[in-house]
C-alpha cells in the first residue's frame, strides 16, 4: 500500500525540509509519495488567498486576525483535505512540519490509525507562550499548541469535510489550530515519541520515533547543540551522499 504525506515547505528553511523527507522516505517500508506544502503554488491555484504581509524584520503578520506567524505553512496546512480530496486519496494522510527527523519507520505511525477519530495527533500538554523561536521569529501561546505540527488525517472521517479552503482562509489562528470543526473525542491521541519536541517532550524512556525541533534546529548556529542534533547532521549527510540536486540553501556543517 502507497501511503502519502504532506510536509510543510518554507523557502527559509529549505534544507530543514528536506531532511524530513529524506528521513521519512529512506525509512519507510512501504512505497510513500512525499508532497511539499508550497504557498507560492497553492495560491497559484486558487486555494489559499489567505492576506498576510512581512514586517521589517521579516516577520509574518497574518491580516485575517492580526497575529504573527512563523512559517509559510502556519495556516496553508489545513488544507491537506482539500488537496487529499481532490486528488482522490481515502483512508489516511499525513501532515508534518518541515523541522521533523523521522527516527522509525513511517508505516508504524500509519498503523496506529483508528478510523473512530477525524484526526490523531500527540496531544502535547503545553500550551507555551508569546516569545521568540527559530530565527528570531514570534512564537504564539494557544490553546492545544503543537498538537497540528504532525497530523494523521482520516479522509473517510465525514467531519473533515467541513473544513473546506473556505475556514481555512478565513477562521482565526486558534480556530484552526484547535481542531475546533471536531468535537473533543473524534481526536485521537497519538504516542508521544511520535512527535518528541527538546525541552518540551518528557522522558519516557522510549526512544523518539520523531524528532520535531519546534523551537529550533542544528541548521541554526544557535541550535548546533541541540538535543538529536548529532542525528541530524548524520542525515543530512547521508542525504548529500544520496541526492542531487542539493537544497537551494545548503550548508556546509
Not at 482562509?169 to 480556530?175: L, T, V
Request: net charge negative; proline share 6%.
Amino acid at each position: 500500500m502507497t501511503l502519502h504525506a504532506f510536509v510543510g515547505h518554507d523557502n527559509r528553511q529549505q534544507a530543514a525540509g528536506a531532511v524530513c523527507e529524506h528521513s521519512l522516505v529512506r525509512r519507510s517500508s512501504q512505497p510513500v509519495v512525499v508532497t511539499p506544502l508550497k504557498l507560492r503554488s497553492l495560491q497559484h491555484s486558487g486555494l489559499y488567498h489567505r492576506e498576510s504581509r512581512i514586517l521589517g524584520n521579516g516577520q509574518y503578520m497574518d491580516v485575517k486576525d492580526g497575529k504573527p506567524f512563523s512559517t509559510e505553512f502556519s495556516y496553508s496546512r489545513f488544507l491537506v483535505p482539500e488537496i487529499a480530496r481532490s486528488n482522490n486519496l481515502s483512508g489516511w494522510v499525513l501532515w508534518c512540519d518541515n523541522d521533523f527527523l523521522f527516527l522509525d519507520d513511517v508505516a508504524n505511525l500509519f498503523a496506529l490509525a483508528d478510523p473512530q477519530y477525524a484526526v490523531m495527533v500527540v496531544k502535547h500538554d503545553w500550551q507555551g507562550k508569546d516569545g521568540m523561536k527559530m530565527d528570531g521569529m514570534a512564537q504564539q501561546g494557544y490553546y492545544r499548541k503543537l498538537w497540528s505540527s504532525l497530523i494523521l488525517w482520516n479522509m473517510d472521517h465525514p467531519y473533515n469535510v467541513e473544513l473546506t479552503p473556505h475556514e481555512v482562509n478565513n477562521a482565526s489562528g486558534a480556530w484552526l489550530h484547535g481542531f475546533s470543526w471536531l468535537n473533543d473525542h473524534e481526536i485521537g491521541a497519538l504516542p508521544p515519541q511520535w512527535n518528541w519536541i527538546p525541552g518540551v517532550s518528557k522522558d519516557t524512556g522510549t526512544k523518539p520515533a520523531a524528532v520535531h525541533f519546534s523551537a529550533g534546529g542544528p541548521w541554526l548556529e544557535e541550535y548546533k547543540n541541540v538535543d538529536f542534533a548529532d542525528e541530524w547532521r548524520l542525515e543530512y549527510d547521508h542525504m548529500v551522499a544520496t541526492r542531487n540536486p542539493k537544497p537551494a540553501d545548503w550548508i556546509e556543517l
